[in-house]
């Protein structure tokens, strides 16, 4: 294998077939992959994404890539752009605590697009998803972000260029000239639009996949890139630092693949709600209390969860990135699912009254990437004096704390239901559970 980090990462990308993957990784990137859809789907029914299909269809012209919870075909990038977008809208989509975010909706919606594009069948399409994770997780995985920068879409970029060009039959050099390309073209965003609500924010991994097919597509247009993109951008612009090697430490090793290393959302908000959700419902089940004797509930989390801690956020989307109006809503309105999150729900005053009284503090030894040290502490104390703790290191759906397999079958029919009906979710459980199988990814495109 070649010694130059970028190097070995393009020869990855065009040298990895499914024959030579341990059957659990193939089984988890599946998982992934219906998990992803069913974000996507439920993120269709928005209004703002409903008319971006639109808009898209009218830039795009004829194209034979499949807008999800739509009628419309267009060309592959409008296609990444607007399911990119519609899967974070509702904050279901799955992640990855070791790096690159949410890891999935910035590669699978290009790989769907770029694969229907070109009557690839599904073992071609899942092999473009499983590099493309990887190669996302890993540059996230080596990176320090700045504190203000919010990394959600910047990583993707690169994966999805590394897949594009895994798809177009590009060489490893070609390859790595298309990831050089994308670290040129990523999207750089402050953590702003997430805490006022801004829904340009849900356009991230969207836009980001757009220019990661653009980026591979200009290599073939005779654009050239610089030579090491990744320590470029990561080290002078967006980032504290870059480490080359960590990129590459047990790549390829089996069974040591990132997308069997993720985490699924049960909770519809931001990851850094989760442990602390686990914590304070762990605290519900062995103490019954209502909201009114609630005295104070105190939140240990990483030092980031500060800027989330904005008792009244103003619409559903802030709502997804405050600590203390999740706990109390999970409380008062008894669910986390997206259903807690609508526009009605945040302006209940009984879940903003108990909001108030959540404060947040920041745990210097706390960090998501770390899996040695709890992520969350709640502590909720009563008027009558009677208080208790918890603590939460890894939350229900990572890979440290999995949940069986139909429990995220139920999760996608819940989230599919409304796009698809019963029966057509019932039937995209079954084409993803053989996906490499399909002879054309349009059998499944067909159904969504």
């Not at 509930?297 to 802030?318: F, T, Y």
């Not at 997804?320 to 729900?345: G, N, Q, R």
Request: aromatic content about 6%; charged content about 20%; glycine content about 8%.
């Amino acid at each position: 294998m070649p010694s130059d980090y970028l190097d070995q990462l393009s020869d990855f990308v065009v040298t990895t077939r499914l024959d030579d993957l341990d059957e659990s990784t193939v089984e988890a990137a599946k998982l992934v992959v219906l998990d992803t859809i069913g974000a996507i789907l439920a993120g269709s029914r928005q209004d703002e994404n409903a008319k971006l299909a639109l808009l898209a269809t009218g830039m795009s012209g004829a194209g034979s890539s499949s807008i999800l919870g739509h009628v419309s075909k267009v060309q592959p990038g409008f296609a990444t752009l607007v399911n990119g977008t519609a899967g974070v809208a509702l904050e279901m989509d799955e992640g990855n605590r070791q790096g690159g975010g949410h890891a999935s909706i910035h590669v699978m919606p290009s790989a769907l697009a770029m694969a229907e594009a070109q009557g690839l069948g599904g073992e071609a399409f899942l092999e473009s998803v499983i590099v493309g994770y990887e190669v996302t997780s890993r540059i996230g995985g080596a990176t320090l972000p700045k504190q203000q920068v919010h990394s959600h879409g910047t990583w993707g970029t690169i994966g999805t260029a590394a897949l594009t060009a895994r798809l177009l039959g590009y060489d490893a050099s070609e390859t790595r000239q298309a990831m050089n390309m994308a670290m040129s073209m990523s999207p750089a965003n402050t953590w702003t639009p997430c805490l006022e609500g801004a829904t340009v924010r849900n356009l991230y991994p969207g836009r980001s996949g757009f220019q990661g097919i653009l980026a591979a597509n200009l290599v073939r247009c005779g654009f050239t890139a610089i030579d090491d993109g990744p320590t470029d951008l990561y080290s002078n612009l967006i980032g504290e630092g870059f480490v080359p090697e960590a990129v590459v430490d047990g790549l390829g090793q089996p069974k040591n693949y990132r997308i069997q290393q993720n985490y699924f959302k049960l909770h519809a908000c931001c990851l850094y709600n989760h442990p602390v959700l686990d914590a304070f419902l762990s605290i519900t089940r062995t103490l019954k209390f209502s909201a009114e004797e609630v005295e104070e509930i105190r939140v240990e989390a990483p030092p980031l969860a500060l800027i989330m801690a904005d008792p009244a956020p103003e619409n559903m989307l802030a709502a997804k990135f405050s600590i203390p109006y999740a706990v109390a809503a999970s409380l008062i309105h008894e669910t986390t699912d997206v259903t807690a999150f609508y526009p009605d729900k945040v302006d209940d005053p009984r879940v903003r009254e108990l909001a108030r009284k959540v404060r947040v503090l920041g745990d210097p030894d706390m960090s998501l990437r770390r899996f040695d040290y709890p992520a969350a502490r709640v502590t909720v104390r009563l008027q009558n004096g009677h208080e208790i703790t918890d603590s939460v290191t890894a939350h229900r759906g990572d890979t440290l704390n999995p949940v069986p397999k139909q429990e995220l079958i139920e999760k996608f029919k819940f989230l599919a239901n409304d796009a698809l009906g019963e029966e057509g979710a019932g039937r995209v459980v079954d084409l993803v559970d053989r996906l490499e199988s399909l002879a054309d990814i349009k059998e499944l495109t067909a159904n969504l």
